[in-house]
């Protein structure tokens, strides 16, 4: 993300992309921590991994798909 915006000259969405970055192990940290207080079982894990990777995919799909209407080959961007 950042790299696109760098190129597109936007140096502020570029920034903030960085900042959000920056702070991605403290995410992963936090919620690691929320899932081992909530998930009791093996099946729990597994339901809060299906729910992750289904969430990932539809905001991928909706980032490409918004790539794609401005008219930019999301391939070398993503």
């Known amino acids: 993300m950042v ?4 190129g597109q000259a936007d140096p502020q969405t570029a920034q903030l992309f960085r ?3 920056d702070d991605l192990d ?13 998930c009791e079982s093996e099946a729990d894990w ?3 991994l ?4 289904g969430a990932i995919q539809t905001a991928y799909d909706e980032y490409t798909e918004t790539l794609e209407g401005m008219g930019v080959n ?3 961007v993503c």
């Open 50 to 53: 299906e729910a992750a990777s």
């Open 19 to 21: 900042d959000l970055g």
């Open 26 to 38: 403290g995410q992963i940290e936090r919620g690691t921590e929320l899932l081992s207080e909530v």
């Open 3 to 6: 790299g696109f915006f760098v």
């Open 46 to 48: 597994d339901a809060a």
């Open 74 to 76: 999301p391939k070398p």
